[in-house]
């Protein structure tokens, strides 16, 4: 396993190395990469197994958040087929994937911004979300999960799978990369782009703990995904 210091050597060196690359709008960076999608995602396999494992078997209504084509759902409709699903995307020709794959099971798709979705009140029995929060600035997060919390009913959990900054300085150093890229490439305030910026584990908790969340379990994942299950609590 790489040492932190071995780490942030290598990512200072990548972000050096791409400095030239622009960014690229959010839906159109996966709609361009749709067919490798699935093959380049199947290295955390092990992680989307997990996911689905932990997802209490009592569910039955689940707002997935950022699902693409849907590769947590795969495994959390194999363990329980008869889960209704609303899943929420930016991505059209993603939507349509999952539409393709799963056109047996109670599944419902929206092609919109999550942070514009309304999930209602008391309404979920799980909100879940796999590798899609970590392109967003802790500013924007702490609102969603206001109404994640709202839309889950009493007992519910939100379970989030992501990648989590080892520490302050690389979720710093993403941060600022992120905020200078946008200023060089004229990007309106807006328009989402494709560039991880991961909030630490102590950070992600307390974004998840102001809005009410009792945070119940955090397992890491060799694979470097994170899940964290969150509780509404009575
Ligand atoms: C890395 S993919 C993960 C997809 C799926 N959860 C999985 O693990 O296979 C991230 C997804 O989040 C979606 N996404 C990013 N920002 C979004 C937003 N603001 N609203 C809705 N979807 C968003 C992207 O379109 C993409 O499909």
Known sequence: MKSQEKYLQDLKQWLHDTSDSPLEEMADFFSKRLDSYEEHMSVWEKSYQLFAELLPFKCREILDLGCGTGLELDHIW??????????????????????EKHSDKHLVTVCQDYFQYHPGYEKWDAVISFESLHHFLPERKKELYRKIYHGLKTGGVFILGDYIACCDEEEELLRNVYLEKRKQYLIPDNQFVHFDIPLTLEHESSLLQDAGFTIAKVLDNPDGVTIMISEKGD
């Open 78 to 99: 194999q363990k329980n087929p008869a889960i209704h699903v609303t899943g929420v995307d930016l991505c059209q020709s993603m939507l349509d994937k999952l539409l």
